[in-house]
């Protein structure tokens, strides 16, 4: 049901850094049979670069140019699952692409989660700071409000993948068909 209603549009995975949107997006195309796709990726596929080196070596400013460009060209081959770095879903025109193109789903994560995901791998170069706490309670203040603006939204909790996954998938469920109970 939630392909066919799905017709060519995309569901895009929003939240912020470690809030599980590769991993979970990744799952939930296997599930509704899907092509999934990570913008991250894509974005250093077209640079031929890591995203931290283009922070690094460019700035944000150029790297967010390159996000929005290149999340405009995935959100044309839909039906599809895109993953969004993190700050994707700040930038204006990047949500009306968004809102346009596809259906949204916040995974919203608790600030005690993210954290403990974030540390287990290097590279997000906005918390390569003394104080990445800190950093981390700054983007919510800012992004959640923000994120709040997305069609569905999904708590990213600590249990397992599969679960979050069925969770979504009910969400899907519900979005597309209200009348029904899921
Ligand atoms: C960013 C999140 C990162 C990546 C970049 C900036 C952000 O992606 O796009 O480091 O602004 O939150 P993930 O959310 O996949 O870690």
Redesign the pocket.
Known sequence: MIRSKLGSDTIVMV?????G??TVGRRLAQRLNLPFV???HE?ERAAGML??DI?EQHG?AH?RDG?RRVIARLLESGPQIL??????Y?DEETRRNITSKGISIWLKCSHKLLMTR?RKRD?????KTDNPDAIMQD?IDK?YPVYGQADLTVVSRDVTHNTIVNDAVRALRSYFDPDQDH
């Open positions: 939240g912020l850094m470690g809030a949107k590769t990570d913008a991250d974005v995203v931290s922070f944000e790297f996000e993953a969004t770095g993190g700050g994707a700040m974030v590279g997000r170069p906005l918390l983007l992004r």
